[in-house]
């Protein structure tokens, strides 16, 4: 059987194409998929945001179950707000779903915890709002 010239050709050139793709070791394009896109951080970190209220000359932490929100709504919706550089206008939307007129401001936070360690949690405020 005689091989031609093109068929060595094309073989090569279909070769050339796929086995990249047999051969990848580092999806990192892929890795980041996702809504947010966030860097890839070590899997044993857990973060969590909060929102706290001003009221009576003190802070208060804003449960989110008391104003009719599912918790994982509200980190759903407070990630998505944060990931998107948007963190004021989400204090914003809040401050007017729940018109509590003495309420004086409102703060977003950021809690860092690695692993199971409470101990060692970082808390970052992310924007305060006020709102009179």
Request: a positive charge; hydrophobic letters at 45%.
């Amino acid at each position: 059987m005689k091989i031609k010239l093109k068929n060595i050709i094309i073989t090569g050139f279909i070769a050339a194409l796929i086995l990249p793709f047999i051969l990848i070791t580092d999806f990192f394009p892929f890795a980041r998929f996702g809504m947010f896109a966030e860097p890839v951080s070590p899997a044993d970190t857990f973060k969590i945001f909060e929102a706290d209220y001003y009221q009576n000359h003190q802070w208060h932490n804003l449960d989110a179950k008391n104003f009719n929100m599912a918790s994982g709504s509200f980190m759903y919706l407070a990630g998505n707000y944060f990931y998107r550089n948007q963190s004021k206008e989400f204090l914003f939307k809040l401050s007017r779903a729940i018109p509590d007129t003495s309420i004086y401001a409102w703060r977003l936070k950021q809690i860092q915890i690695p692993g199971d360690n409470l101990q060692q949690s970082d808390t970052v405020i992310i924007e305060i709002l006020k709102t009179r």
